[in-house]
Structure formats: C-alpha cells, structure tokens
C-alpha cells in the first residue's frame, strides 16, 4: 500500500486519498502552529487523534492544549518509537510529554516518559513531582512504584509534608507498600494535618477515608486520632476493633460510608503473595452461613491440630499465618435477638480461665536425607485469640522442592463452630496465579485429641468432601 486508493480514469468522481493531514496545534498566537503530519501512523498511536480525523478526514484538525516544542517532539517519537536527543530532555520536557501523552492517548508515549521519569526521580524531587503532578497518570504510577518500595524512609522526607492534599489522598489508595503496619500512615498523615492550617479537618477530608483503622487494634490508635473522630466513629471502631462484632459490618452504618475506610485488610509490599484460604464474609456472616450450614460445631476436647501441607516449587520465606478461632455459637444463639451478646458472654467466661487455653504454631521443612527442620511460634497478641484474628509473624525460609508443614496447635476445652472448605479449591478459587506457581500439592488436616489420647482425623462432612479450617490467610515472598 503506497497510502492512495486506485484511481479509475474513467470515474471523474473519484478522488486520490491524500496520506497526510494538516494539524493546527498550540494555544493561540504567537504558540500557534501548522504542521503536515503521516494521517494513518497519527491514528494508529492515538484514539484520540483518530477521532478527530474520522470526523474531518481531509482536516485540517486542531489540537488546543499541545505547545509546538511538545507536539514536535511526539510527532519524532511516534516516527521512529524514541526520544530525539533524549539526554538533551530535562524533567520538565517528559513532564509535559506525559501530560500530552494522557490527553491525546498515547499509551507508547506515555510508558516511555515514565520510564524517563524514573530514571530522574531523587529523594529532594520525588515528592514535589507527586504532589504537583498526581492527577497525570504515567507520572503518578511512576512515583508510586518508587514510594511504595521504601515507604517509611520516604514519609519522613520534609517535601511530604508540603504535598497537596490531593495527593496525600491519592497515595494513601496504594494497596501495595513496604510498611509494617497501618500506624506508619496514620501517624504520618496526623504529621501532615499537623502542618497544616485546619488540621483536623484536612487530616478528615484527605486521610481518614483511606485509613485502614479496621486492620488494627483498639489500643494502638493514637490519641490524637481518636480525638479527631466523631462520637459515631469512635463507637462503631470500638465495637469492631474491641468487642470484635462479628455481625456487625461496614455497609451496617451507612452514615459512616463516606467518612471511615472498611478495608479490614493490612497493606502489604508488591512482593508479597498471599494464600488465601478462608475469606472473611464466611466468617463475618454468621446468621447467613448458619442458615447456608457453612459451618458446625466440633466437641469439646483438649486439643485441635490444624495442619496445612504443600510443596514448594520455589524459594519461598513465609512470612506470617493468620488464624481464626471462633466460639460456639448455636442454633438458639443464632436466631435470637442478639446473639453478639451470647458471643460476648462466651468470651468473658472463657477469658476467666484463659491460662488453660493456648495457641502454638509449628513450620516443619523436610530436608535432605530426611532431616526436618523445626520452627515454633506463639501469636503475636498471647493475651487473647478466642474469637479474634490472630498473627502468627514466621520468617521461615524455604527452599525449592521442599516438603512443608505449617501446623497451628489449639490446646483448651471448649467448643468451637469452625468453617467447612474444600482443600481442593483453596488454590484454585482464592488465590492469584503467582500463589499457584509457588505451592504444588496443597492440602490440610484438621486432627483432634481427648483425653491426652493420640490425634484422629476430623472430617466434618463426607459426602461433601469438605474439611474444617481456622486458616485465614499465609503471606510468603518467592526468590
């Protein structure tokens, strides 16, 4: 194809089809220009262009707020797919190439300057370039690869505390950073509203939407924080993060909606996988998965061994197990008109005689020659588990091919509800690709002692091959 359609000496109506097109860019004189520019390769790297040429093939088409200098320079970029004189081009040239590259829609462009912005970002610029440019994606995605790598050392640069508020609201969305709890971004955006003219109020408007309070314990929030909150606020978190209603959910309070984020879940860093192997609806849902029979009652015993068994296809280091034990509730309980309160009973009377009821967790790697190694760890919270997620922090490195157990002990008499899961589908329905490709023949136990007597195995439902489990979730890293 040499860009003309055939032309028919004997159809006087048919005219050649011209391959260029005259495109009026820049806003007003003297920054208004004219340049003749290839029509298919400007609508092959731009919808936005094509749209425009579709509706005046024959132009001229005139693109407002695109400056010449800029124009020039992606009309280079989309002939030849690079930067001319790329060392020549400062950060305030990809800057404007990136806004263009977002306006005009194209998505080459756009990955190339953010690649070149990265290549230019430092400690002294990278927030004043986050703050004042968050709203162009390419420079925003770029920035935020960047902080979330090392987050904590970032949020204590000065330039943090000079972002616009936008911003602040924008980076706290980021499910993905290297911090060890939610407090490291609370405390950073009460230093932010601190330097702030209307603390309270910017701290309310930008940051506490997007606050993961819910991923953390009652005691941990500062006083600050707490003093920020509204009576309505401090109510529903308590009776969340201290009574730990299982029924009562965010979506309950819907004056709460536009002013507490209902994330329940921790960050985590990008290159951290989670197994995934009881979602928190069919544990938080008691009425419903009572009805649904999704859970059931196990017997009274001293002792419950919950055993998790995989293979690892890579190097992996597990770095924390979270658990749920819950308390019996039964069928009386359930349909009653508060059956939180019969939970809350439950709680009080076992808390009573609390040093009879224990948790430990075990990690067994088989080695070479059959040697085993052996890792035990008690939650990180030793008070109370009952009823309660609980984290178990591992640091277990694993290396490929190794068999791995991952065991947690529950050493007490008492009778639990537990929730029935098909080992089968754990990977298969609640986990991404990355976790698959890390653990190959995946399987758990659940085991019960009486009387000090040897283990048995459990099976709460035959003929639906179900298992019981109070997994929650394991977090590991891959080498």
């Given at each position: 194809m040499n860009g003309f359609m055939p032309v028919n000496s004997d159809d006087e109506d048919v005219k050649p089809c011209n391959p260029e097109i005259t495109v009026k860019f820049g806003s007003g004189w003297p920054h208004r220009r004219e340049v003749v520019a290839h029509k298919l390769r400007l609508m092959a790297c731009s919808p936005y262009i094509k749209e425009l040429i579709d509706k005046n093939p024959e132009g001229p088409i005139t693109i407002d707020d695109v400056q010449p200098e800029i124009f020039d320079v992606l009309l280079h970029f989309i002939a030849h797919m690079r930067f001319e004189y790329a060392n020549f081009l400062n950060l305030r040239y990809y800057i404007m190439l990136a806004d263009a590259a977002v306006k005009l829609q194209v998505l080459s462009l756009g990955e190339a300057c953010a690649e070149a912005i990265g290549g230019k970002l430092t400690d002294k610029n990278i927030w004043d370039i986050y703050g004042e440019y968050s709203d162009i994606k390419f420079i925003a995605e770029t920035c935020e690869k960047v902080l979330a790598k090392n987050t904590e050392k970032y949020l204590q640069l000065p330039g943090f505390l000079e972002i616009k508020p936008e911003a602040l609201s924008k980076f706290l969305t980021l499910d993905k950073m290297e911090i060890d709890s939610e407090m490291t971004l609370i405390l950073a955006s009460i230093n932010y509203a601190d330097a702030q003219k209307n603390p309270r109020e910017v701290f309310r408007k930008y940051a506490l939407p997007h606050l993961r309070l819910l991923s953390l314990k009652l005691i941990e929030l500062p006083l600050k924080l707490q003093e920020w909150l509204t009576d309505e606020e401090r109510i529903f978190i308590s009776e969340k993060l201290f009574c730990r209603k299982p029924l009562l959910q965010y979506k309950d309070v819907p004056?709460?909606?536009?002013?507490?984020?209902?994330?329940?879940?921790?960050?985590?860093?990008?290159?951290?996988?989670?197994?995934?192997?009881?979602?928190?609806?069919?544990?938080?849902?008691?009425?419903?998965?009572?009805?649904?029979?999704?859970?059931?009652?196990?017997?009274?015993?001293?002792?419950?061994?919950?055993?998790?068994?995989?293979?690892?296809?890579?190097?992996?280091?597990?770095?924390?197990?979270?658990?749920?034990?819950?308390?019996?509730?039964?069928?009386?309980?359930?349909?009653?008109?508060?059956?939180?309160?019969?939970?809350?009973?439950?709680?009080?009377?076992?808390?009573?005689?609390?040093?009879?009821?224990?948790?430990?967790?075990?990690?067994?790697?088989?080695?070479d020659l059959d040697e085993k190694m052996e890792n035990y760890f008690g939650p990180v919270d030793e008070q109370s588990f009952l009823n309660r997620w609980t984290t178990f922090k591992l640091g277990v490195l694993v290396r490929k091919d190794r068999a791995v157990t991952v065991e947690v002990r529950v050493c007490g008499k008492w009778t639990m509800r537990l929730i029935e899961r098909s080992a089968g589908q754990i990977l298969k329905t609640s986990s991404s690709s990355s976790v698959k490709e890390a653990l190959g023949e995946f399987k758990i136990e659940h085991k019960y002692s009486v009387n000090g007597g040897d283990f048995k195995a459990f099976k709460a439902s035959d003929t639906k091959n179900l298992i019981s489990t109070i997994f929650k979730s394991m977090d590991f890293i891959t080498y």
């Open positions: 004056e709460l909606k536009n002013s507490l984020c209902g994330i329940e879940e921790g960050r985590k860093p990008g290159h951290v996988h989670t197994l995934i192997i009881l979602k928190e609806k069919r544990i938080l849902g008691l009425v419903k998965q009572f009805l649904l029979s999704n859970f059931f009652l196990i017997p009274s015993c001293e002792e419950h061994l919950f055993s998790m068994k995989f293979k690892a296809k890579k190097c992996l280091l597990i770095k924390q197990l979270e658990v749920f034990c819950p308390l019996h509730l039964d069928s009386e309980d359930i349909v009653s008109n508060d059956p939180i309160a019969k939970l809350k009973r439950n709680e009080q009377e076992f808390a009573t005689f609390s040093d009879g009821y224990k948790m430990l967790a075990t990690v067994r790697v088989q080695g």
